[in-house]
C-alpha cells in the first residue's frame, strides 16, 4: 500500500517561497507518476504540477515559471519549490501517486481522477 505525506507548508508574504516535500512509502518496481494539486476553500481540487515516471514534468499554466516539481531519494521524496507566491496560491496542497501511462500528456497527469493514492494535505498561505 502506498503511502504519501506531505510537509513543509506554512504561511508566507506575496513574492515569498515555500518548499514542499512529500515522502512516499510502499512502492513496488512498477512507473508511477506524481503530481501536486491544490484546493481552495470552495473551489475544485486541481493539478498544480506532475512528473512522470521517465522525470517529464507538466505545470498548470497558474503556476508555470514559478513553481518547479522534482524527484530524489530514488522516486521516494517529491518536492514543489514554490516561488513568486500570489495571495492566490493559497490552499491546501496535497500529494498524489498512480501508476503511469507511457508519455502521459499533460492533461492526463494533471487530472484528479487517475490518481490512486493521496496524502493528507499541507496548508500555504500567502498574505498580500
Known amino acids: 500500500q502506498v503511502q504519501l505525506v506531505e510537509s513543509g507548508g506554512g504561511s508566507v508574504q506575496a513574492g515569498g517561497s515555500l518548499r514542499l516535500s512529500c515522502a512516499a512509502s510502499g512502492y513496488t518496481r512498477r512507473r508511477y507518476c506524481m503530481a501536486w494539486f491544490r484546493q481552495a476553500p470552495g473551489k475544485e481540487r486541481e493539478g498544480v504540477a506532475g512528473?512522470?515516471?521517465?522525470?517529464?514534468?507538466s505545470y498548470a499554466d497558474s503556476v508555470e515559471g514559478r513553481f518547479t516539481i522534482s524527484q530524489e531519494n530514488g522516486k521516494t521524496t517529491l518536492f514543489l519549490q514554490m516561488n513568486s507566491l500570489k495571495p492566490e496560491d493559497t490552499a491546501m496542497y496535497y500529494c498524489?501517486?498512480?501508476?503511469?501511462?507511457?508519455?502521459?500528456?499533460?492533461?492526463?497527469?494533471?487530472?484528479?481522477?487517475?490518481?490512486?493514492?493521496w496524502g493528507q494535505g499541507t496548508q500555504v498561505t500567502v498574505s498580500s
Open positions: 512528473i512522470d515516471s521517465d522525470g517529464s514534468t
Open positions: 498524489a501517486s498512480t501508476l503511469c501511462v507511457r508519455d502521459p500528456p499533460k492533461w492526463w497527469i494533471l487530472m484528479r481522477g487517475v490518481y490512486h493514492y
